[in-house]
């Protein structure tokens, strides 16, 4: 199914055998060198092997976006590493650890000094075009076989995380709301030109990313999700949505009670985690929007066998009644999964799939 499945599902269309997606599978080095018996330990074999994952696997879309957050350190603007804890091993052998830590806005009063086009730049929409258009068709060469797309990551939380860190994003939001709310729309408008950018190139999926919330819920009040954050997202997404492209959200953490101000903005499309109520969800969009996940990943990493497949057709009886849902596991496949428990869930899903 591959490419047509997930085309299907972004158009409402019934396939008889739902779709899937995973998210860093293809990077879990042991599982995928036991999916496709390529030897996984030489790295020069990775990425073939990543793009055969995807085809054993039969990806119905590649989640990916094509950043922003790079250009937010083209011109030299300054931008909070927060460091990372190891999560895996990339294609090249590295681990992705990184211990440094940067927090160049020492207090609220840098924040308000902050002007985002004087930092960070504008850049010229052809470039930005080309850009897009290239970063896609690498990845469309990589993983042909699977729906791929262009987005964006850092669209306004996460890009202001990416700016700030989390201390210096609530202290400042927490200090005074309306200096804060200024930032947001001088961001909004900075984020503005690259999603103008993708509006024109001719890839039809876009990916909004934004980590909004946290698994516990929303980090401020849902008045000021209200006021402050979907009302940009519609604006970002408009010139999209004029063009035709077929947008799916992601967001990390628990966004049930923002579900139907996610659709509102135009969102065709909801990736969601374990904790967000993808029943819920299914219940009153199914007929008229897409859906993936909800897989725990917990229990892929620490469950039995019973509970793999009781998680399985926990999402199977919620999704396979819709066209538009796709599989997956939340939040990722990490290196740490047992290949063993892995397989087993490729095992269920091939078995419960089926319409």
């Known amino acids: ?65 094509s950043g922003a957050g790079q250009y937010l350190k083209m011109r030299g603007g300054r931008t909070t590493d927060m460091g990372h804890a190891e999560y895996a091993e990339l294609a090249n052998g590295r ?16 924040v308000w000094a902050l002007d985002v086009w004087k930092e960070y730049g504008e850049f010229d929409k052809k470039t930005l075009v080309k850009d897009f258009e290239d970063t896609y068709k690498r990845i469309s060469t990589t993983y042909p076989n699977t729906l791929n797309m262009t987005g964006i990551y850092t669209t306004m939380v996460s890009g202001l995380l990416n700016i700030l860190g989390w201390d210096m994003f609530l202290l400042s ?10 930032l947001m729309d001088m961001y909004c408008e900075w984020i503005k ?46 010139p999209l949505k004029e063009a035709g492209k077929k947008i799916i959200f992601t967001s990390d953490g628990t966004y049930t009670m923002f579900f139907d101000d996610i659709v509102d903005c135009g969102a065709d499309m909801l990736v ?14 199914g007929k008229t929007h897409g859906f993936v996940g909800n897989a725990d990943c917990r229990i892929l990493l620490d469950g039995s066998k019973e509970d ?41 899903y091939e078995k419960l799939s089926a319409r």
């Open 1 to 65: 199914m591959s490419y047509n499945s997930g085309w299907k599902a972004l158009n409402m269309e019934f396939t008889d055998k739902v779709p899937r997606t995973e998210y860093s599978a293809h990077n879990h080095w042991e599982l995928v060198k036991e999916v496709t018996g390529i030897d996984t330990s030489k790295e020069e074999n990775r990425k073939n092997a990543s793009s055969e994952f995807l085809r054993k696997w039969d990806y119905a879309f590649m989640w990916s976006t």
């Open 95 to 110: 681990s992705d650890f990184r211990d440094t830590v940067q927090a160049p806005f020492k207090d609220p009063e840098d």
């Open 173 to 182: 939001l927490g200090t005074d709301e309306k200096k804060f709310a200024k």
């Open 193 to 238: 030109q690259f999603y103008d950018a993708c509006a024109e190139t001719s890839i039809p999926v876009f990916m909004c990313h934004d980590d909004m919330v946290w698994t516990s819920g929303p980090f401020a009040s849902p008045d000021w999700y209200r006021k402050n954050l979907f009302p940009k997202y519609k604006k970002l997404l408009a």
């Open 272 to 285: 969601m985690e374990p904790s967000s109520d993808m029943t819920l969800f299914a219940e009153k969009y």
């Open 308 to 348: 793999i497949y009781k998680e399985v057709e926990r999402c199977m009886n919620t999704g396979k009644k819709y066209p538009g849902f796709i599989m997956a596991v939340g939040n990722h496949i990490p290196q740490n999964t047992p290949v063993d428990n892995a397989l087993y869930y490729n095992e269920a």
